[in-house]
């Protein structure tokens, strides 16, 4: 059983088409499903402070450069079941900054031998255009195309997502929807909609003969209704606090290293290098992660955190 799923998941990451720029890229997307999926949120028995900052494209003038800041906590330690969540994120590309401010809340119960997540978050998407230096030129005294200015549009929606997901030992699936009312953050342009986007994603943990040794696939499979993308990823797993493997995904081969530290503290990194068929131009990606668990009151615990997530 453990040899299949492993197999299924190098399978799919090896062969699977190359996933197109149009959909979000994360490489250490293993290390915070609630990014992806509310349903996550507060499912563990601890506080978390997740801060992460992706420069992508390097080597291209304007490239996407993300951070993304979430805290999140269970509410059990007020008779609640369930979790709540505050994230704030920034999602910049020329002409285009976006600006997400969201709250989230998710409902856990048992269910069989494992976990079911039912999750909502809701806030306010804001994006702010300024047209590139270039985009007031006429192209010549006598052109009838009217001059653009280069002032700055902005405009502000509400952004609704759901999801769900359900854990048992050493297994995670999880299924959301993000920008489920599609807001439209341009006056009067459909095309500037932020697109619906499908998230699974999955993951196993397979405990080796050897005691301080596991081996981690994940995927991660986004689609918008018109592009799709798989991420596929291995981990090495050491003492259950060093990390190093490798992913695939959005043309792209990328390096994966980190450490969890018994402080409760988690930093990860991983650098992207686009696949020699593709386009170099754009050079490599750099993507920094720094977590950390904690728990309130007397009763807090500093020291290894036992989980299929937060390894």
């Not at 699977?16 to 499903?33: D, E, N």
């Not at 009151?297 to 390894?311: A, E, Q």
Request: net charge positive.
């Amino acid at each position: 059983m453990k040899a299949a799923v492993l197999l299924l998941f190098l399978t799919v990451l090896l062969t699977f088409p190359s996933a197109s720029q149009q959909l979000p890229q994360h490489s250490q997307y293993m290390w915070m499903p609630g990014r992806f999926n509310p349903a996550w949120t507060g499912s563990q028995d601890h506080m978390t402070a997740t801060l992460w900052h992706r420069n992508q494209w390097t080597s291209l003038e304007g490239g996407p450069v993300i951070t993304f800041a979430h805290v999140e906590m269970p509410l059990s330690m007020v008779g609640i079941r369930g979790g709540a969540g505050l994230s704030v994120a920034s999602d910049k590309a020329r002409p285009n900054r976006d600006v997400f401010l969201t709250g989230s809340y998710a409902y856990h119960a048992p269910l069989g031998k494992g976990t079911l997540g039912l999750g909502l978050s809701a806030g306010l998407a804001h994006r702010a255009s300024k047209p590139f230096p270039n985009d007031s030129e006429t192209g010549g005294e006598d052109s009838e195309a009217p001059v653009t200015t280069q002032s700055e549009e902005k405009k502000s929606a509400i952004d609704l997502s759901l999801g769900t997901r359900f854990q048992t030992g050493n297994f995670y699936v999880g299924l959301s929807v993000l920008h489920l009312t599609e807001p439209t953050l341009s006056p009067g342009d459909s095309l500037d909609r932020l697109k619906r986007v499908l998230y699974l994603t999955s993951g196993y943990t397979w405990q080796l003969n050897h005691p301080l040794w596991a081996i981690r696939p994940s995927l991660l499979l986004c689609h918008n209704g018109v592009h799709t993308s798989v991420t596929g990823s291995v981990l090495a797993m050491y003492d259950k606090r060093m990390w190093g493997g490798f992913s695939y995904g959005h043309d792209a081969l990328t390096l994966l290293l980190g450490i969890s530290l018994y402080s409760g503290l988690q930093i990860g990194y991983a650098y992207d290098l686009a696949v020699p068929d593709t386009k170099p131009a754009r050079g490599g990606s750099h993507e920094f992660m720094v977590r950390y668990h904690f728990r309130a009151g007397k009763d807090r615990n500093t020291g290894k955190y036992k989980s299929v997530r937060y390894l």
